[in-house]
């Protein structure tokens, strides 16, 4: 039986550190910096992500068909730069559903690599969560030894179905191949993914034109154009995919939005709602308006991961970690016609410190308001909870891996075993900054070092813990029984082990 270096960290077994026998610090978030001419800020206009038409719309399912292959896209200026898209694009195709109205998803595998496709905030039954293991293997593979005897392996394509029994939210759909799924999002595969739900729709929030999805993440780009990552194996055939000195998280020179880099919006001077979902890696925002509006916040929120809050939230600032979304409202009234704005990134430097620029360029009439109350979030207390487990989120230096517990990911080992419509509460530590993910369920912010901060509103699938930082969060367990994952969505961390099981029961 051959050995490979996970199954040695899978069964405990130390390997060799650095050569001079000393064990080795903390790994932490690198720069792999771009080899291809920085491209000039705010010339791109901003690409808007128009929904995507189903192939067929029948018996309440619309229904929709992705082929995930490579394609030429033009990037940077004058050069061509290959990605992973699904139907050959980045961002993916933009999936608008409706509550209670079902999607079924079907994805075809063209790439040379397996694929898992996970709906990032989604309510979802286990066969189509994108457990890491429930590979879609490309036509000619050829047989995988797996580690997980009840992974769900097909080859070619396979059928993703969600329900939607959900709130109106902002989601996202990203690959989650374990092992891999650091580089293969870090090549395009991810895309947005709109619920509705007729609560949100009688609101008189901007529409439209004036309602706009943005996708930010940073990359970094080869000489030649194409998209530059420290993979170990460039084929994505043997983990661990990155190498040993960037597993503490990979940070990008460009920064993207909806695929363009440092791109430019015309606006007019009235509201506009913005869904933000920072789908870097490991790059974490706090997001600014330079120049700030006069006498206003810049930043109104609207809604967080699972959907609108009770009601809006004045933001100096936005900081968003890897796989969250902010739903907010900027006023553009508060500037002159004539002027420009610039979204800064107050956690960045360099290249980084910018993320896009808008230029208020007409006037125009709004009859948009941002009412006192948004919705009638779901009403859990503390007290319903029925059980109180602790996890705690850490670098093992012996064995060069991160890990949950003090344990590697194992597929077989079930961590939490709550029961289906149960009320749990869950309490995070952390020794790193960790953006931490439940899969199937929503979560309230309890405490977050000592109380929620101002980041923290409304119902979370993510959140994000600095070094030494603990919190506590309540959880309902509601949707389907089965097996799910939680784990840290800083996508290096991940793939280096910081991966648990938690089964409804």
């Known amino acids: ?131 890491p293991t429930d590979l879609i293997l490309p036509p000619g593979f050829g047989a995988m030894l797996m580690h997980d005897r009840m992974a769900r392996v097909v080859t070619g394509e396979r059928e993703y179905v969600y329900d939607n029994n959900q709130r109106a939210a902002t989601l996202w759909y990203h690959d989650h191949r374990m092992d891999f799924t650091a580089p293969q999002v870090w090549r395009g595969l991810a895309g947005m993914y709109i619920l509705r739900d007729p609560e949100e729709d009688r609101l008189p929030l901007p529409r439209g034109e004036r309602e706009i999805a943005l996708m930010i993440c940073d990359r970094s780009f080869d000489a030649d154009g194409s998209l530059r990552y420290p993979a170990r194996d460039p084929l994505l055939r043997e983990p661990p995919a990155m190498l040993d000195e960037f597993m503490g998280g990979v940070l990008g020179d460009v920064i993207l939005v909806n695929g363009a880099p440092w791109p430019k919006l015309e606006v007019a001077n009235v509201k506009y709602r913005f869904r933000i979902l920072n789908a870097s890696n490991a790059r974490r925002y706090e997001l600014a308006l330079d120049p700030l509006p006069r006498g206003a916040a ?151 070092d000592g109380r929620p901060g101002p980041y923290d509103s409304g119902w979370k699938d993510t959140i994000d813990l600095g070094p030494g930082q603990g919190a506590s969060v309540l959880v309902r367990f509601t949707g389907y029984r089965g097996r799910y994952v939680f784990h840290c969505h800083n996508l290096e961390h991940e793939d280096m082990s910081m991966m648990a099981n938690f089964e409804v029961i």
């Open 1 to 131: 039986m051959s050995w490979t270096r996970r199954d040695l960290l899978r069964a405990g077994i130390a390997l060799p550190l650095a050569t001079t026998g000393c064990i080795r610090p903390r790994p932490e978030e690198r720069l792999f910096p771009s080899l291809a001419p920085i491209p000039a800020m705010f010339e791109a206009p901003l690409p808007i992500l128009a929904p995507a038409r189903p192939v067929s719309m029948d018996n309440g399912t619309d229904r929709y068909e992705f082929t995930v292959r490579p394609a030429a896209a033009r990037i940077l200026p004058g050069l061509s730069t290959e990605i992973w898209g699904f139907d050959g694009t980045f961002p993916g195709p933009t999936i608008e559903a409706r509550r209670g109205r079902c999607v079924s998803l079907r994805v075809r595998n063209q790439l040379p690599v397996p694929i898992v496709t996970h709906l990032h905030g989604g309510r979802t039954p286990p066969e189509s969560d994108g457990y």
């Open 298 to 448: 810049p930043f109104i929120e609207i809604g967080s991961d699972g959907g609108l809050l009770s009601a809006p939230v004045q933001l100096p600032t936005v900081r968003i970690a890897p796989s969250e979304r902010f739903d907010l409202v900027i006023d553009f009234s508060k500037f002159p016609v004539g002027s420009s704005v610039k979204l800064a990134n107050l956690a960045g430097d360099g290249s980084a410190a910018q993320v896009m620029r808008f230029d208020i360029v007409r006037n125009e009439r709004d009859d948009s308001t941002i009412p006192e109350k948004l919705s009638s979030e779901p009403d859990v207390r503390p007290e319903d909870a029925v059980l109180t487990r602790d996890f705690d989120f850490s670098f093992d230096r012996l064995r060069r891996s991160w890990r949950i517990n003090g344990k590697p990911f194992d597929p077989a080992r079930m961590d939490a075993r709550p029961r289906l419509n149960s009320i749990e509460i869950w309490r995070f530590q952390t020794d790193f900054s960790h953006p931490l993910h439940l899969h199937l369920v929503h979560f309230r912010v309890l405490s977050h």
